[in-house]
């Protein structure tokens, strides 16, 4: 059993779920329910809830970020001895690069929601917006990040082969 390759895949896994999970929540459940607060009250329970958010952010991009380009460098060169010989399919780096950017933007928008700049200020301004547009682009990501697994495991991996 390949135990770094498990952690690693343990701990992308579950970055991913924090900061999703965490977006997904301040989406449908806290912000609805600040909303209902008056306004001095709900601008100090915003920027409470962010100042403890914004350390969990911080982390869960680091994780990603080193779990994730350690994992493709793995899934590469572990590819060709366990498919006999056969290059991982070209369209496998083209859509890591379409999902590598859209994880750079999706960092980009949870910061900026969870800081406390001047210059991303109109990010927060506008939560509501900017989380559900962040959200969208996680579901999409999630949906590449599964196509790539399964071009190299599991009964799907051999049609992929021979099709590309
Ligand atoms: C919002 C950020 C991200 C989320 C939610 C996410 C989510 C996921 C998920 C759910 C998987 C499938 C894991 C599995 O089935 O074991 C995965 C795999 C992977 N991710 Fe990410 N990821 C993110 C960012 C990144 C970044 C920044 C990188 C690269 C630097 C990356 C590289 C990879 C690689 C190489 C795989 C393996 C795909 C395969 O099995 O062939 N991910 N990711």
């Known amino acids: 059993m390949e135990v770094v390759a498990i952690l690693l895949r343990w701990m992308h896994v579950f970055a991913g779920m924090t900061l999703v999970g965490g977006l997904l929540y301040q989406r449908l459940a806290l912000l609805p329910a600040a909303c209902e607060l008056a306004d001095p009250q709900r601008a100090e329970f915003l920027n409470g809830a962010r100042r403890r958010w914004s350390k969990l952010v911080m982390i869960a991009v680091l994780f990603l970020l080193v779990s994730g380009l350690v994992n493709l460098f793995l899934t590469i ?88």
């Open 77 to 164: 060169k572990t590819f060709k001895p366990l498919l006999e010989d056969q290059q991982l399919p070209g369209l496998y780096l083209q859509l890591f690069l379409v999902k590598f950017v859209l994880a750079l933007v999706i960092f980009f928008f949870a910061s900026a929601l969870a800081g406390r700049g001047a210059a991303t200020q109109r990010f927060r301004d506008e939560a509501r917006r900017w989380l559900t547009i962040t959200l969208i682009l996680a579901v999409i990501l999630v949906a590449i990040s599964n196509v790539m697994r399964s071009m190299h495991t599991g009964p799907n991996v051999k049609a992929v082969i021979s099709n590309q």
